[in-house]
């Protein structure tokens, strides 16, 4: 064991070069344009992080991300437990400019945090997450609404096509349902239409 701890310990070191060296992603050619390179939090070579739990959206904030939490990669970081490789960027949206991080996991994004100080919206994408009352990306609109009315509005911004529904009894929990839908944009989707559609975001929002 002597022989081999150092040799770990070496090969750690080794991916820590390879992945402090990687060159950032392309600018993307969508209305989300990228300016900032990407940064890699080192803490996702260490092995306990590779088994982290799945993510539970309450109405304080999801996992340890809240509106105390600064929009800082140390931050950030700290309040995911070190279980997320972080990427930063910058997006126009609405003609302003907008930071966010995103947070990783073998390669696929699991969180969007959005916020200028501190933490404002965070944007769960993780399959494997759950609300405070049970729902997951891939639930139908009609297992929790009957109606649109007085429970969703058109999302504005990237996903113009998009419903953002307020989950019942909440004051911090939405969910963003996606679906097949060819009228004219901004217009929301007859209940009929939106019965069938699927969770595709479950967002906590300051």
């Known amino acids: 064991m002597k022989v081999v ?3 770990l310990l070496v090969s750690a070191l080794v991916l820590a070069g390879c992945a402090s060296s990687g060159s950032s992603s392309p ?3 969508s209305e989300s344009h990228w300016y900032n390179p990407l940064s890699y ?12 739990s799945s993510l539970t959206v309450t109405e304080q904030g999801v996992a340890g991300l809240n509106s105390n939490t600064a929009m800082s990669e140390s931050a950030i970081s700290a309040a995911l437990n070190n279980d997320y490789r972080l990427r930063q960027g ?4 609405n003609g302003q400019v907008v930071d966010f991080w995103q947070a990783l996991d073998d390669g696929k994004v699991k969180l ?3 916020g200028q100080r501190s933490v404002e919206r965070i944007e769960v994408l993780d399959s494997e997450a759950r609300s405070a009352d049970g729902s997951k990306i891939g639930d139908a609109f009609s297992d929790k609404f009957s109606k649109a009315f007085d429970n969703c509005k058109m999302v504005a911004g990237l996903d113009v096509r998009d419903v953002e529904c307020r989950a ?20 929301m989707p007859s209940d009929d ?3 069938s559609w699927k969770i595709s975001k479950i967002v906590w929002q300051r």
Not at 90 to 93: A, E, K, N, S, V
């Open 27 to 29: 600018a993307s050619t």
């Open 112 to 114: 969007v945090i959005n």
């Open 41 to 52: 939090h080192w803490s996702a070579l260490n092995p306990f992080s590779w088994f982290g």
């Open 90 to 93: 910058m997006r126009t949206q």
């Open 168 to 187: 019942p009894g909440s004051q911090h929990i939405a969910y963003i349902y996606s679906g097949e839908w060819h009228g004219p944009a901004g217009l």
């Open 5 to 7: 701890r150092p040799a």
């Open 193 to 195: 239409t939106l019965k």
